[in-house]
């Protein structure tokens, strides 16, 4: 035996070799098979399914559990990529991808800020330092002038993400007004004092930030042209609407307004009864979002700002406080928009009410849903909601009740499919089984090690009618 | 036919030759590399901390990847030994040099028995990363709760999730690629330096060390994100070329 090895040594080992590669590659089928993947009938019958398709995947930054859910049969299929920005390109145009990020699109950064009214009444408060530092030329002195303030106006500015000194910036309509001057400005000058004269340094300007007043701008594109309408709240007054965006200029810090931008839709705020929360794209229409006396309006325009179309939806009061900008969400998908509504006030809100329309050249309302609740556990997040004839779909989060504070925000581990018909009756109930829970039950895991762990996300790619 | 046939038995027996004194080094070697890793998980185990982490963070935590990386030097340490090996003691170098075959053949035949031997080291590597996630398993199902701590199909997550698991067994075909050329360059260029010092051509030595500089640096940068088209075309015209070179130095007498 021991010559016998010794004589084919090379070929012994080539065999080992041999031997030893295809028990990897078998393990390796078996295990992307391995992945768990199922659907779980939790109300109705599962033929109510039928006629619907649903592609998605489950994600994380190795690899895709991509799945296809048609009339109720599950297939899957495993992709590892080299990269995650080889997923989020394959994503970029799916129709809901956008529908979760506040500003959709990432070719512009915009921000809200606020000045001193004309009307304002101010009180200028001016100090002088001495900062006790010396140079050759003489001792540094800090002037500090800051005036508080009745009355700001509040101006957006949006800037290219390529570029970003290519700016628009333009007084919005909005302001607030306040009984009291707390609107604070401050600015410091730093000088050189001599004996008979003070030589400038530099000089900041600061109190330029509306980041605590609840007013954020949002932009859509259509076409090549950008569409921003600013989020008001109740504090708001004066006029808002929706801009165009004509054309972006090279910032130059002596100009006040910079760019060329169009006001194409004025919206009159009535002191802060009327709120706008929100401007959608759908097609080559512009859906302008507003809450007046508490109540949702949807108003249809073109993107040269002619009014179209408006709707009332019978809906409870809209109460979600809009904190990021986000007091709903809308789900986009060709002409058809599903708005989902916070109707309840609450850190973590569990009551929605659900509109779909279809956007022609007038709107027109698909489904109405009130107080969407799960039965089962709380509602993290909405992954897609799509109407399909008369169904009504929406794939939300869902977390059970008691689970561990530190995973109620990162992710919902659970997945549910509901199916609503025509009257906004339950018709079926889902649930997705899949490991995506493993990654978010270790619980002890210390912070540090945790927070660096990879976990899967849930994506919806698109939900359309299937061939059945 | 009939020389053919006698030549390919030549071929065969100074292969397993040159191979099997490879063989028991490389044994050891593979041993030391599985025994160390699981004894370091093992270790690595008694800290809960540690073990309640996912499979990918524990087994680098451990050390065991330092271990791959030293076992890994010692198995070119190793082909290096066994080329100078044949210029030590018996000379038999001068005997292969005197065969009355080519000199190619006998290129060839070391260049086989390193790839035999470097793909023995990185196959048993993965039985042993295999192993140490089932040592992994069993300790955590011997801790209160630790049960829950256990991913299902956790090792291919770990693969597919862990930058170093990748460099073991990429996933993606760039990746495997990459792995491929890397294979096949890594015993390529140890013997054309060994080749390159005997002929004292030593500027060649640049070559190879632009080579091994090429893998370490795709290896740290995450191969798959590195292993792009034109590095993966510059490994195979590196390769090539390597081997080209080896050829003719080996065929030019310029060996001594």
Redesign the interface.
């Known amino acids: 035996m021991a010559k016998f090895m010794k004589k084919h040594s090379a070929a012994i080992v080539l065999l080992v070799n041999i031997i030893l590669l295809v028990v990897l590659m078998l393990w390796l089928q078996n295990s992307i098979k391995a992945a768990s993947f199922a659907l779980e009938d939790l109300f109705g019958q599962r033929d109510y399914i039928n006629g619907i398709c649903i592609t998605g995947s489950l994600h994380d930054t190795g690899h895709s559990l991509e799945f296809s859910l048609e009339d109720g049969k599950i297939s899957t299929r495993t992709i590892v990529y080299d990269t995650y920005s080889d997923y989020l390109d394959q994503i970029r145009y799916y129709p809901y991808n956008w529908s979760l990020i506040d500003n959709k699109n990432t070719e512009v950064l915009a921000s809200i800020t606020d000045r001193i009214s004309d009307t304002a009444e101010t009180i200028v408060q001016k100090q002088e330092f001495n900062t006790g530092e010396f140079s050759e030329y003489g001792e540094d002195v800090i002037l500090k002038t800051t005036i508080y303030a009745d009355e700001v106006d509040y101006y957006c500015n949006i800037s290219l993400f390529d570029d970003l000194f290519k700016k628009a910036i333009f007084k919005t309509g909005i302001s607030r007004k306040s009984d009291r001057k707390e609107f604070m400005f401050e600015e410091e000058r730093v000088y050189i004092k001599k004996e008979n004269e003070m030589i400038p340094i530099y000089s900041s300007q600061g109190g330029a930030s509306a980041y605590n007043h609840k007013i954020y701008p949002k932009v859509v594109k259509i076409g090549e042209k950008y569409y921003v309408t600013i989020t008001t709240n109740e504090f708001c007054i004066g006029s808002g609407g929706i801009y165009r965006i004509d054309g972006f200029e090279h910032f130059n810090y002596e100009k006040d307004l910079v760019g060329k931008v169009t006001k194409i839709v004025d919206v009159d705020l009535k002191g802060g009864k009327l709120k706008v929360i929100g401007l959608e794209p759908v097609s080559d229409k512009l859906l302008l979002l507003l809450i007046d006396n508490n109540k949702l309006v949807v108003q249809l325009y073109d993107t040269d700002g002619n009014f179209l179309d408006e709707l009332k939806p019978d809906i409870p009061e809209v109460r979600g406080d809009g904190q990021y900008g986000n007091s709903y969400f809308c789900f986009i998908n060709g002409k058809n928009a599903h708005i989902v509504i916070n109707s309840e006030s609450k850190l973590i809100s569990d009551n929605f009410s659900i509109v779909s329309l279809s956007v022609e050249e007038k709107l027109k309302l698909n489904h109405t849903l009130i107080n969407f609740r799960t039965k089962s556990g709380r509602n993290q997040e909405f992954f897609a909601v799509e109407s399909v004839d008369d169904k009504l779909i929406i794939i939300n989060g869902v977390y059970e009740i008691g689970i561990n504070a530190d995973d109620i925000y990162s992710h919902a581990p659970e997945i549910q499919i509901n199916i609503f018909d025509k009257s906004g009756e339950l018709k079926y109930q889902g649930r997705l089984l899949t490991d995506m829970k493993d990654d978010y039950e270790i619980l002890s895991v210390p912070y540090h090690v945790k927070h660096t762990y990879t976990i899967r996300h849930f994506d919806i790619f698109n939900i359309k009618k299937s061939n059945y | 036919m009939m020389r053919g046939w006698v030549t390919v038995r030549k071929l ?1 027996y100074l ?2 030759e ?3 004194q490879l ?1 028991k080094p490389l044994t050891l070697i593979c041993l030391f590399n599985t025994i160390g890793q699981l004894l370091l998980i093992k270790i690595k185990a008694k800290d809960f ?1 540690v073990l ?3 499979f990918e ?1 524990f087994y680098a935590s451990s050390g065991c990847m330092i271990l791959f990386t030293i076992c890994l030097l010692a198995v070119t340490g190793l082909f290096v030994t066994a080329f100078y090996k044949h210029y030590w003691g018996s000379k038999s170098i001068y005997t292969l040099l005197t065969l009355p075959a080519d000199r190619i053949k006998i290129y060839l035949v070391m260049l ?2 390193f790839y ?2 470097l ?2 080291f990185y ?2 590597n ?2 042993t990363v ?1 192993l140490t996630y089932i040592l992994y398993v069993s300790e955590l199902k011997n801790i209160y709760m630790g049960e ?2 256990i ?3 956790g ?2 997550l770990a693969f ?2 862990s930058g170093i698991f ?1 460099v073991i ?1 990429p ?2 075909f ?2 495997r690629l990459f792995l491929v050329l890397t294979f096949l360059l890594i015993p390529a260029v140890i013997l054309f330096s060994v080749i390159s010092e005997r002929g004292l051509r030593y500027k060649n030595l640049i070559l190879s060390g632009f080579s091994i500089f090429l893998t370490v640096l795709g290896i740290s940068q995450r191969i ?2 590195f ?1 792009k088209t034109p590095v993966l075309a510059l490994m195979s015209v590196l390769f090539v070329l390597i081997v080209t070179m080896s050829i003719k130095l080996f065929n030019k007498n310029s060996i001594s």
């Open positions: 065969y292969l397993n040159e191979f099997r063989l901390e309640a982490s996912r963070y086989v028995s035999l031997g793909m023995l196959l048993i993965f039985v295999y829950m701590y991913l299902n199909n090792l291919f597919v999730r990748r067994f996933l993606t760039n990746g798959e994100t292993a």
